[in-house]
């Protein structure tokens, strides 16, 4: 999957308050996601027979790795948000300093992107997850309707 650049310029005019709110956020968006993480490998459990049986096993295989490399992903990001939220100080220090203050905000930005481009990620992840676990869920249907005729 390519990520794609968006246009973020307001970064600059955001708040040191705006943007510890935003990292925050970004946490508890990323802890509430590792939860997510926990339920597909439980539902991936719950499912294991059926995943290596199907036709699509090397399809299904590409979208659980991809699930735990999102998994570290989403961990990285999340360590990477609180180093970031850790280097807040230089805004609020009152000692002028704009190289370090525009770095830290180009930081805040490349963040944000990258924050964005992870939830997209994951949304996609966990569709086709649930298409497969869907599909699989037909087959036990029809199989539990031919056998009751």
């Known amino acids: 999957m390519k990520a794609t650049q968006t246009q973020t310029n307001f970064v600059k005019w955001l708040s040191a308050e705006d943007m510890h709110n935003d990292s925050k956020e970004w946490v508890l968006e990323l802890e509430f996601l590792n939860d997510e993480y926990l339920f597909f490998e439980d539902l991936m459990r719950s499912y294991t027979l059926q995943l290596i049986d199907l036709q699509?096993?090397?399809k299904n295989k590409k979208i659980i790795e991809a699930i735990g490399?999102?998994?570290?992903?989403?961990?990285?990001?999340?360590?990477?948000?609180r180093e970031h939220e850790n280097k807040l100080e230089i805004l609020i220090d009152g000692v002028d300093q704009p190289n370090e203050e525009e770095a830290y905000k180009n930081g805040h930005k490349s963040l944000l992107i990258s924050f964005k481009n992870h939830l997209k990620e994951h949304k996609e992840l966990k569709y086709s997850l649930f298409g497969i676990i869907k599909e699989i869920k037909k087959k036990?249907?029809?199989k539990r309707l031919i056998n009751v005729e």
């Open 69 to 81: 490399n999102s998994r570290k992903e989403n961990d990285n990001l999340k360590e990477l948000i």
């Open 56 to 58: 699509d096993y090397s």
């Open 140 to 142: 036990e249907k029809q």
